[in-house]
């Protein structure tokens, strides 16, 4: 697996520290919700945003996706909570 | 003619609306946000996912001129630090006639809201809250969705 950019919005880049970082996950990591998990088991702000998975939307190359959406070949990919605009 | 700006500049209604009043149509409504105060905000900030945002805006303003066969699509969304009673949000349509005008705009303000990637947090005081997701705005933009 290649490196991702990771990007964080909101209350996650809050809790993470950050709002992006280059990371890259293990084979085994297959969908958003997976990197989710991974992310979360680096534990501290990480394991606090990304914790509840019902919280968080997501984003793979700058697309909606649902969290099972795949990341294979993705290069970017948001986490960020329900959008509130308008 | 589609215009999208994500801004921290205050927004120009009287410009814009005098563009789309040029755009050829017979009819234009327009939509305008402004910051609530909603139980002592003192500011609002907006944080948004640039590139995603835009493209995010364009996409919503190219559907509505597609279905409504609009002259003109104006989308404006201010970011960064707003204080109660200043515009957030400007939509404005052209149409041939009013019925396509105001359905379009009233599409582009729901969809907005649940499609474009923005997030508020309000400040009262020394608190500090991200606004959270309401079901109001899921129900308002689902409406627009073509049987």
């Given at each position: 697996m290649v490196a991702i950019d990771l990007l964080y919005f909101a209350w996650v880049r809050e809790s993470i520290g950050l709002g992006h970082e280059r990371a890259t996950p293990p084979a085994?990591?297959?969908?958003v919700a997976g990197l989710i998990d991974w992310l979360a088991t680096r534990g501290g702000g990480y394991a606090e945003a990304?914790?509840?998975?019902?919280k968080l939307r997501a984003a793979v190359d700058q697309l909606f996706v649902p969290l099972?959406?795949?990341?294979?070949?993705?290069r970017e990919i948001a986490l960020f909570p329900p959008v509130t605009g308008g | 003619m589609i215009r999208i700006l994500v801004t921290d500049a205050a927004i120009d209604v009287a410009a814009e609306l005098d563009a789309l009043e040029h755009a050829g149509g017979g009819a234009v409504a327009t939509f305008t946000g402004l910051v609530r105060d909603?139980?002592?905000?003192?500011e609002l900030f907006l944080e948004h996912y640039p590139g995603a945002t835009e493209d995010a805006l364009g996409k919503l303003a190219g559907e509505a001129i597609e279905r409504w066969s609009l002259a003109a699509a104006t989308v404006i969304h201010r970011v960064g630090a707003m204080k109660p009673g200043e515009r957030i949000v400007f939509v404005g349509t052209a149409a041939p006639h009013r019925s396509a005008a105001l359905e379009a705009c009233a599409f582009l303000i729901d969809r907005l809201k649940t499609d474009a990637p923005f997030w508020k947090r309000e400040t009262r005081g020394q608190d500090a809250q991200w606004v959270g997701e309401r079901d109001s705005d899921l129900h308002a933009a689902s409406r627009w969705h073509k049987p």
């Open positions: 085994e990591v297959a969908n990304l914790g509840d998975k019902t099972d959406a795949s990341i294979a070949g993705a | 909603d139980g002592g905000v003192e």
